[in-house]
C-alpha cells in the first residue's frame, strides 16, 4: 500500500531535523501507521533504523550491533561483540560527525521491558554523547501506557529532553478517499469498518465487494482481523473482563455513565478507573456538547468507542463467537444485512461529515473559522434533541449546526426546516452564544430535492454538501 496523508506530520519532522539537539517521541496504537511515517521520513537520509523486539538485552545489541555496520559498511562491526550500549552510541556518534543523522529506536518499549534501566542509559547517551553529534533522536512505540510512562512523563529520566513529540491517529477520511477508485457510499462503508487504520486498509480492496471481505478478513477464524481487539487491549496488559464488558456495553448503544454501570451491574464510581483507562490508550472517548463550556467537568458526557474496527467487531463478532467458531458465518451476515447501512454506517458518516467539513473550511471553501467541531445532544442520543454537526467560529461570531443524512433518497427541504426548529428551540444553544449567527448544513450521500436546492438558493445560511465537496 502507497504511502497516503501525513503531511502535516512529515513537514515536523523535517523542521525537527533542521535543528540541533532534535529528539522526538512518537506513538500511538498498533497498526496506526507510525513505522510507514518514519521510514517515509527516512528516504533519502542517513538513518540508524532499529526495530526493538522481546528478546534478550544480548540479542537486540547484536542487532543493533547490524544496523550499525550496515549503515557505516563497516563490516567489523557485525563481528564486534558489545556489552555496553555506551560503546554502540558512541560509534554512532562518531560515524560522519559533519553529516546529519537520524538515530531510530521503533517499539522502545520492548528494551524497558528488557531492562527497566534503559531509559537511564538512554538518558545518559543522549546527554553525553548523542545530543551535540548532529543527531536527530526518535523513540517510537505502540505500548502507549508504556510510552508515555517512560518516554514523556514527569518521573521518566528521559523527562525534559524531547523536542516534539507526535501521538499518531488513524487517517482522517478525506485523506484515503482522495486516493481511493470508490464512489462516496462505498468509500464510506469500507470507512465505517476500517475507521482509516493503515494496516487495516491493506486487507480491504476498492474493486471487491466488501461484505466478501468482511467475512474473509474479519470474520473466518483465520482473517488477519478475527482477534484484533484482544490482541490490542492484551498489548497494554488489559486481561480484565471489565474493559471487555464496559465496550460491549457502549456498542450496544449505553453511552450515559449511569446505563454502562447499570448494564454492568456496577457502581459509577467504581467504573472510573476503567474508562479513564480506556479514554488514556485510544478505544474510548467522551464527549459532550459544544455548549458546555468545561467539557472535562461536564455531567452530560457520553461514552463513545473511539475505533470504527473495534465498535464494529464488538457489535458484530464479539456477541457471536461461539457461532463463528463453528464456522456458522450466516447468522453474523444476516446481521449485518439487517442494520448495518442503516445504523451502524449512519453513525460513523456523522464523524465523517464533522471531517469533510473541517476540511472544506481548512481550504477555504466554507467561510467559516471553526474552533471547535463536535455535537449537540440535550440530554441523551434521543433522536429529538440531537444535531449531529455543530461547530463554533468565535473569530466572527457564527456558528454551525448541520444534519447528516446517510439515505438512499434525495434529502428533502423538511430536514433543513427540522434543523432550523431545533436549533431555535434549543435555549441551551443561545445561552452559550448568545447574538452568534446561524448557518445551516444539510450532508447527504443521495442529492437533495429540488425544493431543499430552491430553499438554498433563496437562502445563503444553507449550505449543501454533497459527498466530500459543497454543492452551494
Not at 464510506?188 to 461484505?211: H, S, W
Not at 464479539?318 to 449512519?346: R, S
Not at 444534519?403 to 423538511?414: I, L, M, Q, T
Request: aromatic share 12%; charged share 25%; hydrophobic share 40%.
Amino acid at each position: 500500500m502507497k504511502f497516503i496523508g501525513r503531511k502535516a506530520e512529515l513537514a515536523k519532522l523535517n523542521a525537527e531535523y533542521e535543528r540541533d539537539g532534535s529528539f522526538v517521541v512518537i506513538y500511538g496504537r498498533r497498526r496506526v501507521g507510525k513505522t510507514t511515517l518514519i521510514k517515509e521520513f527516512l528516504k533519502k537520509k542517513t538513518a540508524f533504523y532499529f526495530l526493538a523486539t522481546e528478546e534478550l538485552e544480548t540479542q537486540s545489541m547484536k542487532r543493533l550491533a547490524g544496523v550499525i555496520a550496515r549503515t557505516t559498511k563497516n563490516s567489523l562491526l557485525q563481528k564486534a561483540s558489545f556489552s555496553d550500549w555506551m560503546d554502540m552510541f558512541q560509534v554512532i556518534a562518531d560515524y560522519e560527525p559533519e553529516q546529519k543523522k537520524v538515530l531510530v529506536i521503533d517499539e522502545f518499549p520492548y528494551l524497558v521491558k528488557t531492562n527497566p534501566a534503559f531509559p537511564s542509559i538512554l538518558q545518559n547517551a543522549w546527554d553525553e554523547l548523542l545530543k551535540d553529534s548532529n543527531i536527530m533522536l526518535i523513540l517510537s512505540g505502540s505500548l502507549i501506557g508504556m510510552m508515555q510512562k517512560h518516554a514523556l512523563s514527569y518521573d521518566s529520566p528521559l523527562y525534559g529532553r524531547r523536542t516534539s513529540q507526535m501521538r499518531l491517529a488513524p487517517l482522517p477520511f478525506t485523506e484515503i478517499y482522495a486516493v481511493q477508485d470508490l464512489p462516496f457510499d462505498k468509500a464510506v462503508e469500507q470507512y465505517a469498518v476500517t475507521g482509516g487504520v493503515p494496516k487495516y486498509l491493506e486487507f480491504f480492496q476498492d474493486n471487491r465487494d466488501l461484505l466478501d471481505q468482511i467475512e474473509d478478513v474479519v470474520l473466518s477464524k483465520n482473517g488477519f482481523l478475527y482477534e484484533e481487539p484482544n490482541f490490542l487491549l492484551k498489548s497494554e496488559s488489559m486481561t480484565a473482563v471489565n474493559y471487555f464488558s464496559i465496550i460491549k456495553a457502549i456498542a450496544d448503544g449505553n453511552h450515559k455513565l449511569g446505563k454502562i454501570a447499570g448494564v454492568l451491574g456496577q457502581e459509577t464510581s467504581s467504573l472510573t478507573p476503567y474508562l479513564s483507562t480506556l479514554s488514556e490508550l485510544g478505544f474510548i472517548e467522551k464527549r459532550t456538547p459544544i455548549t458546555e463550556k468545561n467539557p472535562e467537568k461536564s455531567r452530560k458526557g457520553l461514552y463513545f468507542i473511539a475505533d470504527n474496527f473495534i465498535r464494529f467487531w464488538f457489535r458484530y463478532v464479539y456477541p457471536y463467537k461461539g457461532e463463528l467458531e463453528l464456522d456458522n458465518m450466516q447468522i453474523v451476515l444476516d446481521e449485518i444485512q439487517k442494520d448495518f447501512i442503516g445504523k451502524f454506517v449512519a453513525f460513523a458518516y456523522e464523524d465523517i461529515c464533522k471531517d469533510i467539513f473541517a476540511k472544506l473550511c481548512k481550504d477555504g471553501a466554507v467561510s467559516f473559522t471553526p474552533s471547535r467541531i463536535g455535537s449537540y445532544w440535550l440530554n441523551d442520543f434521543d433522536g429529538d434533541t440531537e444535531i449531529d454537526v455543530m461547530a463554533v467560529d468565535q473569530q466572527n461570531k457564527r456558528i454551525f449546526a448541520g444534519e447528516c443524512k446517510y439515505h438512499s433518497k434525495p434529502v428533502d427541504a423538511s430536514v433543513y426546516f427540522a434543523l432550523k426548529e431545533k436549533v431555535s428551540n434549543a435555549d441551551e444553544i443561545r445561552k452559550a452564544y448568545p447574538n452568534y449567527t446561524v448557518i445551516f448544513g444539510v450532508f447527504s450521500k443521495s442529492g437533495f430535492t429540488q425544493r431543499l436546492l430552491d430553499a438554498a438558493d433563496e437562502n445563503p445560511d444553507i449550505l449543501l454538501f454533497d459527498g466530500d465537496r459543497i454543492l452551494r
